[in-house]
């Protein structure tokens, strides 16, 4: 199994979406996990199974409430609702005060998290983990994972800011034993223009631990897939089509080695 958290500096580029998009293509078992701190979009955007609504009361709150007694995979799992198209997601808090209040919570259930799929059933865990500043409470989400994939558009302000959250990630997610979470960047953009290749060169030059893990086009279409719209050939659309080499990286990246060093 792998843990897979995907965030984002500032603004709003398109975590949810690319989480969305990963989780819907992911090559091997998953669940997606709504972990954003300032509340989940998930259950707003999504529909359940069946086209209803998905049940708000089940997911990440009943999760980092028990987290305290401990966590088990099991019951992250049990949390978990199958959406239109057949993703697994346990869906988020419903706004800032809930996340404050999990407390460490939120570090019981990066454990139980990371540890998810080494029973009988190997499943991988994709976390959409927002916006990540530096008063950030789910840290552990990202250092625990096997790779942490920072999303971004390709706009000067986007990509200095990008860049000094890797910086400061390079230190943060370090653990004792010296080894870090594979950590890369996705860069949303146009992809007529240079400008996303260019913010990819810019960012992985912060340091050889930052690896680029492709480019998502800009594409409305594809994206309000992910945004509840109805859509007779989603995979048709440019973003899905751009996603499975994206995805394919992002799973090759989460299942291989850690990687040692950082700025
Ligand atoms: N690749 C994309 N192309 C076009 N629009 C996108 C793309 N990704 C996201 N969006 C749009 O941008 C807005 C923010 O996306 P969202 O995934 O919610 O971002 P975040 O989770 O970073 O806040 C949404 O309206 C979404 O449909
Ligand atoms: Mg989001």
Do not use: I, N, Y
């Amino acid at each position: 199994m792998a843990l897979v958290s995907l965030l984002s500096a500032k603004g709003s580029p398109g975590v949810t979406t690319t989480a969305l998009l990963s989780a819907a293509l992911w090559p091997h078992p998953a669940v997606l996990l709504d972990a954003d701190p300032a509340g989940g979009d998930v259950v707003a955007r999504v529909p359940a199974a069946d086209g209803g609504v998905l049940d708000p009361d089940r997911g990440l709150l009943p999760l980092l409430t028990s987290a305290r007694r401990g966590l088990s995979g099991a019951q992250v799992l049990e949390q978990a609702q199958v959406v239109a198209g057949g993703t697994r997601v346990v869906c988020g808090l419903a706004g800032p005060e809930q996340s404050l209040a999990a407390g460490p919570g939120w570090s019981a259930l990066a454990t139980a998290a990371a540890g998810l799929g080494h029973g009988d059933v190997p499943t991988d865990v994709l976390v959409d983990a927002g916006r990540v500043g530096a008063e950030a409470v789910h840290l552990d989400l990202l250092r625990a994972a096997d790779a942490v994939v920072l999303v971004t558009r390709a706009d000067t302000a986007s990509v200095l800011h990008a860049r000094e959250r890797l910086r400061v990630l390079g230190g943060a997610l370090r653990r004792g034993d010296g080894l870090l979470p594979r950590t890369g960047v996705v860069v949303v953009g146009d992809p007529r223009r240079r400008d996303a290749d260019e913010a990819a060169a810019v960012l992985t030059a912060v340091g050889g631990w930052v690896e680029d893990f492709g480019r998502l086009p800009l594409d409305t279409a594809g994206a309000r897939v992910f945004d509840g719209a109805r859509t007779s050939w989603p995979e048709r659309t440019a973003l899905v089509r751009a996603g499975r080499a994206v995805v394919a990286t992002l799973a090759a990246a989460a299942h291989g080695e850690l990687q040692r060093g950082a700025a």
